[in-house]
């Protein structure tokens, strides 16, 4: 069965350092990865998803994260934190590279940013 | 476009009570999913429905929880009668057919007391 481990539960850091959230998955077969962001009293919005194109994603809000393959990992990544960054972010994975599949979550790292 | 809706947004029923949640997903979305996230634990899938038949009810705790999606459009999940064990966020999300992003509602906030 797919798991998917956030190490951290909390990350703290200052404006305009680097952000590095760890996400690392066990999976039998290679699966999609997804990274989603919650903001105070709000819904999940994807941030970005690997689907077997290029392996270094780009998403939204200066983003980005990479699939490695032989590490098991998808670590989500932003050179610079902004305030606005402050969020819950959550790692998941589906079971098989297909579409409509359910999702697999971690147990998601909250970020705080310190000005 | 209308995002995924759900409603209510918070609910406070006492124990062996009934609650009712619904969601509305985005216009022409045929997938729709219940996730559900337990204080300090991960969000875990529920169910998923495929327009109105349910593709896969795995995570689905007991009995006690009842999934409906009439006509394809809004779903709504039962929970008769609450336990203690049952309070935590209600997520809801849809996609397009073999689409493999699904987009998230904000989430129904369940207390039982």
């Known amino acids: 069965a797919q798991s998917v481990t956030q190490l951290g539960s909390h990350v703290s850091v200052s404006e305009g350092a680097l952000v590095l959230l760890r996400c690392n998955y066990s999976?039998?077969?290679?699966?999609?990865l997804f990274w989603y962001v919650q903001y105070p009293n709000q819904g999940l919005q994807l941030l970005l998803k690997?689907?077997?194109?290029?392996?270094l994603v780009k998403g939204i809000n200066g983003f980005e994260a990479e699939f490695k393959k032989s590490e098991t990992s998808f670590h989500l990544t932003k050179p610079s934190a902004h305030m606005s960054d402050a969020a819950e972010y959550f790692c998941?994975?589906?079971?098989?590279?297909?579409?409509?599949?359910?999702?697999?979550f971690g147990k998601g790292t909250k970020l705080t940013v310190n000005p | 476009e209308a995002g995924v809706t759900q409603f209510p947004s918070h609910s406070v029923i006492e124990k062996g009570q009934t609650v009712t949640l619904r969601c509305d997903p985005i216009?022409?979305?045929?997938?729709l999913y219940w996730y559900r996230r337990v204080m300090g634990k991960e969000i875990k899938f529920l169910l998923h429905?495929?327009?109105?038949?349910?593709?896969?009810e795995s995570g689905m705790p007991n009995n006690r929880f009842l999934a409906e999606r009439t006509g394809g459009t809004y779903s709504t999940l039962k929970v008769q009668p609450a336990e203690l064990e049952d309070s935590g966020v209600y997520f809801c999300?849809?996609?397009?057919?073999?689409?493999?992003?699904?987009?998230f509602g904000p989430g129904t906030r369940l207390t039982v007391l």
């Open positions: 429905f495929v327009k109105e038949s349910k593709q896969d």
């Open positions: 690997y689907t077997s194109a290029a392996t």
């Open positions: 998941a994975v589906t079971p098989t590279q297909g579409g409509s599949e359910k999702l697999v």
């Open positions: 216009s022409g979305h045929d997938n």
């Open positions: 999976s039998s077969v290679p699966p999609y």
């Open positions: 999300a849809s996609s397009q057919f073999l689409a493999d992003t699904q987009y």
